[in-house]
Structures are given as C-alpha cells and as structure tokens.
C-alpha cells in the first residue's frame, strides 16, 4: 500500500522528531527512537528504521548522520529535523545517482575542508597544521577522490600525532554508484561537541538545500520548521 504524505502527516513527523533523537533506532516511544523509526512511528507503521517512503541513499545518510555523535538527543534533533521532513516521499522521486554526485562534491569540497581546518587549530605541531590546512585547500580546489584520499592521510598522520586531549580527524568517501555517500567530521575535547553539532548542523542544510533544487515532492513541508542554525 502506498503511504499518503499529507501535511498534517508532515505535521506529526516534526512533533515526533522533536521530542529528541536517539543513536540506534531506540523504542517506538518519541524521544527514544531514531529519525527514521520516528517517521514509521509518525505514519502508524511497525517499530522499523526503514519507512518504506524514503530514498534509500538518503535513508542511508540520515541513519549515518542521526548515529554520529552529537552534544544532546535535543542537538540530533534539532540539527536532522528539517531532512525528516524533506525526505518524505522521496522514494521513486530522487535520482540517486545525481544525488551522490552532489553529496561527494559537497562532503569534499565544504565538509572535509571544514574538518581539516578545525583539526588545525588544534594541532600543536607546525608540520602537520600545515599540511592539514594544505590538504583542506587541494579538497576545495580539486573535489575529487585523490584530493580526498590525500585529506584521510593527512589527517591519520595528524592524529596518530597529536595529544591525548586534542586531536582532529576527518575523512571522506565517495563512490559512483547508487550507495554512495560522503561523510566529514571533527573531534576534540569536550568543549567541541558543541562545535560539532553546529558542522553537521550546517551539512544537514546543505543536503536540504541540494534536495530542494532536485525537486523532491518533501520541499513543500519544510515552511513547517524554518532553518534555525545551531550557535556554537
């Protein structure tokens, strides 16, 4: 049976996801359930992270993105609430290749440079700030898969490095086919979590954004939570 998504269905996804996301896909209790279990929760489905009206590439990212780590269950949700909405029957309406193009041009060319940047100013060797800084800049020059595998070495040297009580790392991954997706993130001491959720924040707009311009059938419930970005 195809699921109808109506606005007063977009309406409850968003209440739903706004009583906090979990890692894993949780219980079907909001507040305690992942962002795809709380959109099967939302359409009255069995407790499951897969609603049957998403695009499976972007399934894929939101799950990877909602099980990272974040400061709060309050931060994942706020962060993912705008994609909840905007995936919402995008299944059969995302070309998925095109998708994963623009996913590995932005994970490369924004989201990997940002990540390098921020493992910089926290390095406290010159050699390897400066090569972090050098690979963020062939990352946003190049966009490819050599800059990006240059970037993962560059960082791994970096870490391997640096101190116990900071360190930066940041990677990506890119392939052609329908599965692909590309992901960059930072870490340090605790005080970064914040930081962190304002990056993966500002990546879950930017999908948004690329969502938008391919004209998913999901860009017309997003008047329904306007882009709030989080403050450091």
Request: net charge neutral; proline share 3%; charged share 25%.
């Amino acid at each position: 049976m195809e699921l109808e998504i109506t606005r007063e269905v977009a309406e409850k996804v968003l209440k739903v996801v706004d009583a906090g996301l979990v890692s894993g896909m949780g219980k079907p209790v909001p507040g305690q359930m992942c962002v795809e279990a709380a959109v099967c929760y939302a359409l009255g489905l069995p407790h499951s992270d897969d609603p049957k009206c998403v695009a499976p590439i972007l399934r894929s990212l939101k799950i990877r993105l909602n099980d990272s780590s974040w400061s709060s269950d309050k931060a994942r949700a706020s962060g993912l609430r705008r994609l909840a909405l905007i995936q919402l029957g995008s299944k059969d309406n995302l070309d998925d290749k095109e998708f994963a193009r623009r996913l590995v041009d932005l994970a490369i060319g924004k989201q990997v440079p940002i990540a390098l940047r921020a493992a910089a100013s926290v390095h406290k060797d010159s050699n390897h700030k400066a090569a972090l800084l050098a690979a963020a800049d062939r990352c946003e020059k190049e966009r490819n898969k050599e800059a990006a595998l240059n970037a993962r070495d560059i960082s791994r040297a970096a870490r391997d490095n640096a101190d116990a009580s900071a360190y930066a790392y940041a990677s990506a991954s890119a392939s052609a086919d329908a599965s692909a997706y590309a992901y960059a993130s930072a870490s340090a001491s605790a005080n970064w979590l914040k930081q962190r959720d304002k990056v993966k924040s500002a990546f879950a707009e930017d999908v948004v954004q690329i969502l938008v311009e391919m004209g998913v059938p999901g860009a017309q419930w997003l008047d329904l939570a306007p882009y709030e970005a989080i403050a450091a």
